[in-house]
Nanobody, 125 residues
């Protein structure tokens, strides 16, 4: 059975930081590409960041570039999203996802095969 479980969300003030974790169970992440997505209230799901299987290539949405960092620790079977200088518009449910396709499209959700259930991030004073 394949599972992805996000954690690390919560309430944070503007300018603060959070680190989200995505732990995999039932399979090994080593061979897979990973993405982070988010869905704000009343809005469509959007891609935030992605990292390839080797960890040597990363991408970031323009809205988070310079503030967020994606990383992976295959030994721990976990991926991370470090979020700094958070803004109210970052408020959303954040999801991690895994793609088993070699030539995946970073921000296209249809290329991802497995999804976590999400963790809520609220940025408010």
């Amino acid at each position: 059975q394949l599972q992805l479980v996000e954690s690390g969300g919560g309430l944070v003030q503007p300018g603060g930081s959070l680190r989200l974790s995505c732990a995999a169970s039932g399979f090994t992440l080593d061979y897979y590409n990973i993405g982070w997505f988010r869905q704000a209230p009343g809005k469509e799901r959007e891609g935030v960041s992605c990292i390839n299987a080797s960890g040597g290539s990363t991408n970031y949405a323009e809205s988070v570039k310079g503030r967020f960092t994606i990383s992976r620790d295959n030994a721990k079977n976990t991926v991370y999203l470090q979020m700094n200088n958070l803004k109210p518009e970052d408020t959303a449910v954040y999801y991690c996802a895994v793609s088993k396709t070699r030539g995946f499209v970073c921000y296209a959700s249809t290329w991802y095969d497995y999804w976590g259930k999400g963790t809520l991030v609220t940025v408010s004073s």
